[in-house]
């Protein structure tokens, strides 16, 4: 046994040094997504850094939701936090901008993207008008800047602006003060899509200032030492550069300057400017390489990309010491966890959050107690959480699938009496629509906007709860939620086999036309009846029975991907992405090609994996169909570049597709390792034949969470024709149970 034992170890060596044959962070590349509708932060930060330092460019519209789109080549200055992949704009705070010549009000400049370098953890771009090179680094709170300037200086200074914010965003307070020559702090308050954001600093100079100028939109310039108002701006003067490099440390806070100052001496003492990229550049290998695969070149730039998407948020929200600021703007110290902000869970609870579950299981308690901090702070579970106050943007209370997730998963780290007691809150509440499923009624979409999307929202989430009311012995309320999980049903109309919306007289809303689509304004959210009609990942076997069984099921499904592309005008743009009348760019369709392995056709699960990865996710800066969503976009791929997606998102099991890659080692807690083979995998073998588990015959279309956590081997033989037999077997497919 010991020698076989060493064999296995030996091979397992092997394979990983095959796998690990170049630095996996070298096949990150930023820009993808940051072009078009992807709106990804580009600059420098670590994962889950509460800092994401990077420049911010003249704001055009939509597309300029994270400070930065591919398509300009201005700069405004370089500002240490930003959003990745949201439809909405805000954050962009705490401005640096370096310069020469006069001061003056504005300091935009032109850049080339040949002369710009984006990697993970650095960022570096030549200024045109200033003739500087600005270089970007951080740790997980602290911003570090490096500024090179030319031999010739006229009057170098660098302007400090707390007026400037992105989109939505505007500063109601903020405040500067010298504390002595290499020291400045202050505060920034604002609001925006999040209101009262409360966000203090720290920036330490590498050389002493020979001047400091103040002003602010209601007070002239001043050379005193501080000043208040609302929108403060100081300019940092030099008499010159010394050696032409200039370098900034600003240390970033949600509680106060003091602790800012802190944030820079816990993780940033010293000037090594080189030292701390390569730190970053470690810290995201290191997470990277959570994941090693085999793949074409091409694959793995989409792939580690992909994964560097998915570890921008959620944001650690508190300092070094462990303090934050709660949604109730307390001052919480030493709460035992790390704090978390930045939670798109609308988007995140589909796939991102189930794959934190194996790739960071460190984080998962921490982010559910994040989650209840916030309930109890705040008085109910955040939805949509941003720099510690609630937006309440998008439909559901999705909070719960991520919590009984990690509950049903093991996870221990958590009280989950409160967190039940969290979730049936959020299922109570009187609002949305939600009192009519509290009487396990539809929402009638006469009274409520978005009836039918909310309605099918909520019933995932109910079963989420049911679920865990069974595991906790709470019998009736298990019974209740059960029942509220099968409201989907009071939706869809059998005649058209379309989820539509009902009137208070039980009437179907018309006139109905299922493409269209009113942004706010109908029966659905960000879609249309065809996108809408699947929403059920909870269920599939009971929306198959809705529709008749598998034959009809499957032949609408058929035509929802082959149907013409046309959108009515009017439609939201978040609909891209097209296959048909499926959108890829869209989070609430994306485990809809997953569904046909619920009918036992996973053969054309493989097709559509196979199309969408090949035409919607390119190594290009419009890379991305859609708004990356904090990582939800990326998550999707990740997930089926590995050959499987959990279409239900807390049912502990991921269901099968077409993989990308020929091999994949997974890396987990304790020394375990899960290898995924794929032999014979090509673009023309794309359809599963068979399978083995830990060297057994496999016939399940899916796969178990704890089978994959508990370290093994997965081996998936693939060919140019799909099988007649894998996954067809009733017995074989997916099913809505949580599964043991």
């Known amino acids: 046994m010991k020698l076989k034992h060493l064999l296995c170890l030996g091979i397992l060596f092997s394979v990983e040094q095959v796998l690990a044959q170049k630095q996996l962070t070298k096949y990150v590349d930023p820009y993808i997504g940051s072009a078009a509708h992807g709106h990804v932060f580009v600059g420098a930060n ?19 939701c994270s400070g930065y789109n ?55 771009v030549i200024l045109d008008k200033y003739k500087i090179k600005a270089e970007l680094t951080s740790s997980e709170r602290v911003g570090f800047h490096r500024y090179t300037f030319p031999k010739q200086q006229e009057n170098p200074h660098v302007m400090l602006d707390l007026n400037a914010g992105v989109g939505w965003d505007s500063p109601v307070d903020t405040y500067v003060k010298q504390v002595d020559a290499t020291t400045l702090v202050g505060y920034r308050h604002s ?47 030099f008499k010159s550069i010394s050696q032409e490099v200039l370098k900034l440390k600003v240390g970033l806070s949600p509680v106060s300057y003091e602790n800012a100052l802190a944030n820079i001496t816990a993780e940033l003492p010293g000037w090594d400017f080189d030292k701390t990229v390569a730190l970053a550049d470690q810290k995201w290998e290191k997470e990277l390489s959570k994941v090693k695969i085999n793949a074409d070149e091409e694959t793995k730039k989409t792939f580690y990309t992909a994964m560097y998407h998915t570890m921008i948020a959620p ?11 709660g949604t109730d703007k307390k001052i919480y110290r030493k709460p035992g966890f790390t704090n978390y902000t930045t939670f798109s869970l609308w988007d995140t609870y589909r796939a991102f959050h189930p794959l934190f579950t194996f790739l960071h299981q460190d984080k998962v308690s921490d982010v559910v107690n994040s989650f209840l901090a916030i309930y109890k702070q705040q008085g109910k579970l955040p939805v949509w959480h941003l720099m510690g106050s609630e937006t309440n943007t998008m439909i559901g209370y999705h909070a719960v699938p991520i919590i009984v997730d990690a509950y049903l998963k093991g996870f221990k780290g958590f009280d989950a009496n409160l967190a039940y007691e969290a979730m049936k809150h959020s299922a109570m509440q009187k609002v949305e629509g939600i009192e009519y499923a509290q009487k396990i009624q539809y929402i009638p979409s006469d009274k409520v906007i978005e009836s039918v999307a909310k309605g099918l929202e909520y019933a995932i989430d109910d079963w989420c709860i049911a679920q865990m009311a069974k595991k906790m012995n709470k019998t009736e309320d298990y019974k209740y939620f059960s029942k509220r999980a099968k409201l989907y049903s009071e939706y869809f109309d059998k005649p058209s086999r379309f989820m539509r919306g009902k009137l208070e007289n039980g009437n179907w809303r018309t006139p109905f036309n299922p ?27 009971g929306l198959i029975g809705l529709f008749g069984g598998d034959a009809p099921f499957t032949k609408k499904l058929d035509t929802l991907f082959s149907m013409s592309s046309a959108m009515d ?3 939201s743009p978040d609909i891209s992405g097209l296959v048909g009348q499926y959108a890829q760019g869209n989070e609430p369709n994306h485990h809809i090609p997953y569904l046909y392995a619920y009918a036992g056709q996973p053969w054309k699960t493989a097709n559509l994996v196979r199309q969408i990865t090949d035409s ?19 998550s999707w791929y990740v997930f089926s570049a590995m050959g499987f997606y959990p279409v239900n998102p807390a049912n502990g099991a991921y269901v099968f597709g077409s993989p990308l890659v020929n091999d994949a080692l997974i890396s987990l807690p304790g020394n375990k390792k899960f290898h995924i083979k794929v032999q014979g995998n090509s673009k023309e073998n794309k359809y599963i034949q068979r399978a083995l588990l830990n060297g057994k015959p496999y016939t399940k279309s899916y796969l178990r969470h704890k089978d994959l956590v508990a370290g093994g081997e997965l081996t998936l033989f693939m060919g140019n024709k799909p099988s007649a037999t894998w996954g067809v077997n009733p017995a074989d497919r997916p099913r809505s149970v949580a599964i043991e």
Request: hydrophobic share 30%; net charge negative; with cysteine.
């Open 191 to 237: 609001k925006g899509w999040a209101n009262d954001q409360r966000l203090y600093f720290a920036v330490k100079l590498s050389q002493p200032l020979n001047s400091l100028s103040l002003s602010d939109s209601s007070s002239l310039s001043t050379n005193g030492k501080e000043l208040k108002g609302k929108r403060v701006k100081a300019v940092l003067g």
């Open 515 to 541: 493409i269209a689509s009113k942004h706010r304004e109908d029966d659905y959210t960000e879609g249309n009846a065809w996108q809408y009609t699947w929403l059920v990942p909870q269920d599939p076997e």
């Open 569 to 571: 005008a009017g439609s």
């Open 70 to 124: 591919y398509a300009s080549n201005t700069i405004i200055g370089f500002t240490h936090t930003h959003l990745s992949g949201t439809g909405i704009g805000d954050l962009n705070d705490i401005l640096v901008m370096p310069a020469t010549g006069p001061s003056q009000l504005d300091y935009v400049s032109t850049f080339s993207h040949d002369k710009e370098v984006v990697k993970a953890g650095y960022y570096s």
């Open 616 to 634: 919607l996710y390119t190594n290009k800066p419009d890379g991305l169909c859609g708004n990356e969503d904090l990582g939800q976009m990326s």
């Open 315 to 325: 944001s650690v929200f508190d300092d070094a010491n462990g303090d934050y600021r």
């Open 46 to 64: 670590v994962p889950f850094g509460a800092v994401q330092l990077g420049p911010t460019n003249v704001f055009e519209g939509w597309d300029w």
